[in-house]
C-alpha cells in the first residue's frame, strides 16, 4: 500500500490546473499555426493529438530530469541530514511509486490536453489566415 502525504491531491490539481492553463495559452498563441496545418489536410483528430502530443512530451521531458535529479539531491540530502542526528544513512528510492507517479503524470497531461486539443481542433480557417 502507497501512503501519500494529505497535500497530495492538492499538488495534483495545481499542476494539472497550471498545466492546462500553459497548454490552453498555447493553442491561443499558435490559432494560425494550426490553421495552417488544417489547410495543408490535417484533420481535426489530428490536430488534437498534435496538442496531446506537446503535452505528452513536456511531462516526459520532466519526468526524464526531475526524476533522476529528485533521487540524487533527495539522496544527498537524507545522508547529511542522517550524518546530523547519528543515524545510520540508508535511503531507499521507491522504485514502483516512482512507476506508478510517473504513468500517472503522463495519463493526466493527456487528459488535461483534451480540452486544448478540441479547441485547436475548432481552428477557424479562412477568418485566421484572411489577414495574411
Known amino acids: ?19 492546462g492553463l500553459r497548454l490552453i495559452s498555447t493553442v491561443r498563441r499558435r ?3 494550426f490553421a495552417l496545418l488544417k489547410t495543408i489536410g490535417l ?5 488534437a493529438a498534435v496538442v ?10 520532466g519526468v526524464l530530469v526531475g526524476v ?18 547519528d543515524v545510520v544513512p540508508s535511503p531507499t528510492v521507491p522504485t514502483r511509486s516512482l512507476v506508478l507517479i510517473a504513468l500517472g503524470a503522463l495519463v493526466l497531461a493527456n487528459l488535461v ?11 477557424k480557417t479562412a477568418s485566421l489566415l484572411r489577414a495574411e
Open 1 to 19: 500500500m502507497i501512503l501519500l502525504p494529505a497535500s497530495l491531491p492538492d499538488t495534483f490539481v495545481g499542476a494539472a490546473s497550471a498545466f
Open 43 to 47: 484533420t481535426r483528430r489530428q490536430l
Open 68 to 85: 533522476p535529479v529528485g533521487i540524487v539531491f533527495g539522496h544527498w540530502l537524507w545522508v547529511l541530514f542522517a550524518h546530523d542526528i
Open 52 to 61: 496531446a502530443w506537446q503535452s505528452s512530451v513536456a511531462v516526459a521531458v
Open 113 to 123: 490536453a483534451a480540452v486544448p486539443g478540441v479547441n485547436a481542433a475548432r481552428t
Open 31 to 33: 490559432r494560425r499555426d
